[in-house]
């Protein structure tokens, strides 16, 4: 394998004629220089130096291993410097994916926060719900994902995280939303059985699961009439008296509630939301940068 210091020190000898004067340009002594020359030799297997009186000339390996030792000097001293640019804050790429109601509520602030305190670094959204999101964070298309999962989930949703980095984020309450003419409409906290003659907008698939599961723990099976991923559809669905449904805080916040009435619902069901990230990205400096400010909205 060539060594870049021994790429320097083979050009130094060619532009000086010598090793003792090679070792006087870059600041280290004759036998230092006889050593790297040594090395480099043996790395590339044929000799690139030919002594000729006082003076070293180059073989044609040598002259071959020069003219290509600035482009390649050069393209590394470039490397280095963005390296250090990404390392530094001063550039760099993050592309993070979202659900929805997240992308509406924290991600801005967490984007502007970090525009704010590194303007070099940039950052690409994309919406997808989990377990899509996680999905692809471990295939490589991004590198956080936003993401949830219900307090005391059972079955897929166990462990499935467990190769990941997760910083918690929040904690999110899920409140029933009925029309302002249901007959609970004035009703300050409900039991989920007493809606279970009514007919239900659900959202996303792993929404939708969850709220089956709670439905069934007191007792019946929701009628779903409208299931949709768009939580402003879900609030007019409800508004328009079509039925009735459960919606996380966080996606309540970015909608105008219009037409509709906000309720406890007991049991209370929570959501975790939390950003992920594998392990070697939680290294890079863009990507902790990034965490740090999504943390940092979530506490607003």
Same mark, same amino acid.
């Given at each position: 394998?060539?060594? !870049?210091?021994?790429?320097?020190? /083979?050009?130094?000898?060619?532009?000086?004629?010598? $090793?003792?004067?090679?070792?006087?340009?870059?600041?280290?002594?004759?036998?230092?220089?006889?050593?790297?020359?040594?090395?480099?030799?043996?790395?590339?297997?044929?000799?690139?130096?030919?002594?000729?009186?006082?003076?070293?000339?180059?073989?044609?390996?040598?002259? %071959?291993?020069?003219?290509?030792?600035?482009?390649?000097?050069?393209?590394?001293?470039?490397?280095?410097?963005?390296? !250090? !640019?990404?390392?530094?804050?001063?550039?760099?790429?993050?592309?993070?994916?979202?659900?929805?109601?997240?992308?509406?509520? /924290?991600?801005?602030?967490?984007? %502007?926060?970090?525009?704010?305190?590194?303007?070099?670094?940039?950052?690409?959204?994309?919406?997808?719900?989990?377990?899509?999101?996680?999905?692809?964070?471990?295939?490589?298309?991004?590198?956080?994902?936003?993401? $949830?999962? *219900?307090?005391?989930?059972?079955?897929?949703?166990?462990?499935?995280?467990?190769?990941?980095?997760?910083?918690?984020?929040?904690?999110?309450?899920?409140?029933?939303?009925?029309?302002?003419?249901?007959?609970?409409?004035?009703?300050?906290?409900?039991?989920?059985?007493?809606?279970?003659?009514?007919?239900?907008?659900?959202? &996303?698939?792993? &929404?939708?699961?969850?709220?089956?599961?709670? &439905?069934?723990?007191?007792?019946?099976?929701?009628?779903?009439?409208?299931?949709?991923?768009? *939580?402003?559809?879900?609030?007019?669905?409800?508004?328009?008296?079509?039925?009735?449904?459960?919606?996380?805080?966080?996606?309540?916040?970015?909608?105008? %509630?219009?037409?509709?009435?906000?309720?406890?619902?007991?049991?209370?069901?929570?959501?975790?939301?939390?950003? /992920?990230?594998?392990?070697?990205?939680?290294?890079?400096?863009?990507?902790?940068?990034?965490?740090?400010?999504?943390?940092?909205?979530?506490?607003?």
């Amino acid at each position: 394998m060539i060594e !870049a210091r021994h790429l320097r020190v /083979l050009r130094a000898v060619a532009a000086t004629g010598s $090793f003792s004067a090679a070792g006087r340009e870059l600041g280290c002594t004759q036998p230092a220089v006889s050593q790297q020359m040594k090395a480099l030799e043996s790395s590339v297997g044929t000799p690139l130096l030919v002594r000729t009186g006082r003076e070293m000339r180059l073989t044609q390996a040598g002259e %071959a291993l020069v003219r290509h030792a600035s482009g390649i000097l050069a393209g590394l001293t470039a490397a280095e410097e963005e390296v !250090a !640019a990404i390392a530094g804050l001063r550039a760099g790429r993050v592309r993070l994916v979202s659900f929805p109601s997240g992308s509406s509520t /924290l991600v801005p602030t967490a984007l %502007a926060a970090l525009r704010a305190a590194h303007p070099g670094t940039r950052v690409s959204l994309e919406e997808a719900e989990p377990p899509r999101s996680v999905e692809m964070l471990r295939e490589g298309d991004c590198d956080i994902a936003l993401a $949830f999962r *219900y307090e005391g989930a059972a079955g897929a949703e166990e462990g499935e995280w467990d190769d990941l980095v997760v910083r918690p984020l929040l904690t999110d309450r899920l409140v029933g939303l009925v029309p302002e003419g249901h007959r609970l409409a004035r009703t300050r906290s409900i039991g989920i059985g007493e809606l279970a003659g009514d007919p239900w907008i659900a959202g &996303c698939p792993r &929404c939708r699961g969850q709220l089956v599961r709670v &439905c069934e723990s007191a007792g019946f099976t929701p009628r779903i009439d409208f299931a949709t991923d768009d *939580y402003p559809a879900v609030v007019g669905l409800v508004g328009a008296g079509l039925g009735v449904a459960v919606l996380p805080e966080l996606a309540i916040e970015s909608v105008r %509630a219009k037409g509709v009435r906000m309720v406890t619902v007991e049991p209370v069901v929570r959501r975790e939301i939390v950003a /992920l990230t594998l392990p070697d990205l939680a290294q890079v400096p863009t990507v902790a940068a990034t965490l740090d400010r999504l943390a940092g909205a979530a506490a607003r």
